[in-house]
């Protein structure tokens, strides 16, 4: 057998993919991206929900402990010692609203990306004057179960 025959039998046959084989792997993997990408964000909007619901529980101990020892609830973030006007992981704007001597109404109100959860894109917790808290979300016709796990 001389040289030149053993090397290779066939030096055409080359190993790896073809253009055709890649472009069709990308394809396939764009389509299962597309496919799976609604359900995770759905998923992490879900989950953003407990900044608000955290935030809301805070405030609602403040606004209880405030009232302990004021004749009234407090009307202001800053009388409850909350730095600022957002949530601890900021994808809530937080805000007291009526408060008085017999309750208060604490609201979170998405922002940034957590804004694409419309169904539940503003949270309150309200304390009646009968010593009921409430929650509530809007818009009006969400379901209030959806966003509040408890």
């Given at each position: 057998m001389d040289?030149?025959?053993?090397?290779?039998?066939?030096?055409?046959r080359l190993h790896g993919f073809t253009l055709i084989e890649s472009i069709l792997s990308i394809a396939l993997i764009a389509i299962l991206v597309g496919i799976a990408?609604?359900?995770?964000?759905?998923?992490?909007?879900?989950?953003?929900?407990?900044?608000?619901?955290?935030?809301?529980?805070?405030?609602?101990?403040?606004?209880?402990?405030?009232?302990?020892?004021h004749t009234q609830y407090a009307s202001s973030l800053s009388e409850l010692s909350w730095?600022?006007?957002?949530?601890?992981?900021?994808?809530?704007?937080?805000?007291?609203?009526?408060?008085?001597?017999?309750?208060?109404?604490?609201?979170?109100?998405?922002?940034?990306?957590?804004?694409?959860?419309?169904p539940c894109a503003v949270m309150s917790l309200r304390l009646l004057a009968e010593g009921v808290v409430q929650r509530t979300s809007q818009p009006e016709n969400s379901d209030t179960g959806r966003c509040w796990p408890w």
């Amino acid at each position: 057998m001389d040289a030149s025959h053993m090397h290779h039998s066939n030096p055409r046959r080359l190993h790896g993919f073809t253009l055709i084989e890649s472009i069709l792997s990308i394809a396939l993997i764009a389509i299962l991206v597309g496919i799976a990408l609604p359900g995770i964000e759905l998923q992490w909007l879900r989950t953003r929900r407990q900044d608000a619901h955290h935030a809301l529980a805070q405030l609602h101990l403040r606004q209880l402990q405030w009232r302990g020892l004021h004749t009234q609830y407090a009307s202001s973030l800053s009388e409850l010692s909350w730095p600022n006007s957002l949530s601890t992981a900021g994808h809530y704007t937080l805000k007291v609203n009526n408060a008085s001597a017999q309750g208060f109404e604490l609201e979170a109100r998405a922002v940034g990306l957590q804004a694409r959860d419309t169904p539940c894109a503003v949270m309150s917790l309200r304390l009646l004057a009968e010593g009921v808290v409430q929650r509530t979300s809007q818009p009006e016709n969400s379901d209030t179960g959806r966003c509040w796990p408890w």
